[in-house]
């Protein structure tokens, strides 16, 4: 195995008995990067220079007995709308072209203070939304890698880098995770920290992680959980113990249940038979969860929101800029700009009442699983596909995790989407890491 297929976990391993340096495990991403982005073009701004500088202060550091991070020497990845002081951060829009922040958000420095090396920053659609960027699909380059966080989906997927950042507002982790094969994470609304990262709804941004096990996932993940007083959905607690949890024997098999949601029908026929396929496998463990009929609305509560809150956090773009943003973005925020008072707080008071209704079902059930998209990347590099099977859980503000388990008719990644209680991260980790087993026979990653 060459040092960019490791793991996050292995290789800080390997630092930490010091089989390998950060500095050789950087240059080997950084290889790799040059021999496999050409085509991908997974990467909007890369300094190699200042990568390897990184790696070589945290090897002096642990050659002098200098304390070592739980992600020491590790390479990771950051969505292009994440602020950072040493990189540009341009949104994914020439609107903010040449843009240099002065100080790093939150999560950049959570990750630099657990011992990460920032290796560059990943693309993104155009303001996290839906206008594609440059990257493409690692298992076909003429499909989409999905949206908004592809580059970073595809930086992991592609064997880049092994840990990276995006987000989720709708579907802009799970759907890219899903499409390009690895793990994405998207944690309860609220656990991890948004000061410095463009904002576009406060009711929905999330911040996700992508990895290429469920392991890495909840190492970056607990790390990143911290309060904040500039992020008002933050709170003061103790950290969870994602890591050690996630790689633990549950107390007792868990049981999941299979939701087809409201959305059902626009799932793939393929992705239907998968499905199905996979709930059989399952057997005992696994049964039919109907959700009642106030779910059917939340993708329409979700919209509400969303566009409601893009005409707000973007109304300077659109009025300075208008020429320069794309026909949907600006048609999003032109819906958003109608959208009533009223209407807008019946939205955001409907995602206690689902979470209320959700109690109950993960009282008997460790998980939900339902597909994490309509089907396998599509074709063309015009569109990043649909979030349609997202948008329920980003609007409860639920955990979801999507699992690389699954193939489409195209010999194209399919993952398999988990859901947890809110607030509940680590269950929701533990049980999809024993479906990773289960299906896998262990061999995940």
């Given at each position: ?54 790696a ?31 990189l ?33 920053k ?48 709708n ?6 995770a899903?499409f ?24 929905l ?63 793939d ?52 800029g ?88 195209n ?22 890491r ?12």
């Amino acid at each position: 195995m060459t040092l960019f297929e490791l793991s996050a976990a292995e290789a800080i391993g390997k630092i930490r008995n010091g089989e390998i340096t950060s500095e050789e495990l950087v240059q080997a991403c950084l290889d790799r990067i040059e021999q496999a982005d050409g085509e991908i073009e997974a990467w909007a701004h890369l300094k190699p220079d200042y990568a390897l500088d990184q790696a070589r202060r945290l090897d002096d550091q642990r050659q002098a007995g200098g304390p070592v991070g739980p992600l020491h020497g590790i390479p990771v990845g950051i969505k292009d709308i994440f602020d950072t002081d040493c990189l540009p951060t341009e949104n994914g829009t020439v609107l903010n072209s040449g843009r240099q922040p002065m100080e790093d958000c939150r999560v950049v420095s959570l990750l630099m203070e657990a011992g990460a090396v920032i290796m560059g920053k990943t693309v993104t659609t155009e303001l996290a939304v839906y206008g594609p960027g440059k990257t493409k699909n690692p298992h076909n380059p003429k499909h989409t890698p999905g949206g908004s966080s592809s580059g970073s989906a595809a930086a992991v997927a592609s064997f880049m880098v092994p840990l990276a950042v995006g987000s989720q507002t709708n579907g802009s982790t799970i759907r890219p995770a899903s499409f390009c094969g690895v793990v994405g994470f998207k944690p309860s609304h609220g656990l991890i920290p948004r000061n410095g990262i463009l904002a576009q709804s406060h009711w929905l941004d999330t911040v996700g992680v992508f990895a290429r096990s469920v392991e890495d996932a909840a190492m970056i993940t607990e790390v990143l959980v911290a309060y904040d007083p500039g992020d008002k959905d933050t709170r003061a607690r103790p950290r969870p113990t994602l890591a050690k949890t996630a790689v633990e024997e549950p107390p007792m098999p868990p049981m999941l249940t299979f939701a087809k949601t409201a959305v059902w029908d626009q799932a793939d026929k393929e992705t239907q038979d998968a499905f199905v396929e996979l709930k059989e496998l399952l057997g005992e463990v696994c049964d039919d969860l109907d959700l009642p009929e106030p779910f059917e609305h939340a993708v329409e509560q979700h919209g509400k929101i969303m566009n409601a809150d893009l005409a707000k956090s973007f109304a300077g773009y659109y009025e300075h800029g208008k020429d320069k943003l794309t026909d949907v973005l600006k048609g999003m925020i032109e819906d958003g700009q109608k959208v009533t008072a009223v209407d807008y707080n019946k939205a955001v008071d409907g995602r206690e009442f689902l979470n209320d209704g959700l109690a109950g079902v993960f009282d008997r059930y460790d998980a939900i699983i339902t597909p994490a998209a309509v089907g396998e990347a599509p074709a063309g590099l015009d569109s990043t596909g649909s979030p349609i099977f997202n948008s329920l859980w980003t609007y409860c503000g639920t955990p979801a995790i999507t699992l690389p388990l699954m193939e489409g008719p195209n010999g194209l990644p399919l993952g398999v989407q988990m859901v947890g209680r809110r607030g509940d991260d680590a269950r929701l980790l533990r049980t999809a890491r024993w479906l990773m087993d289960r299906i896998t026979g262990g061999e995940e990653g």
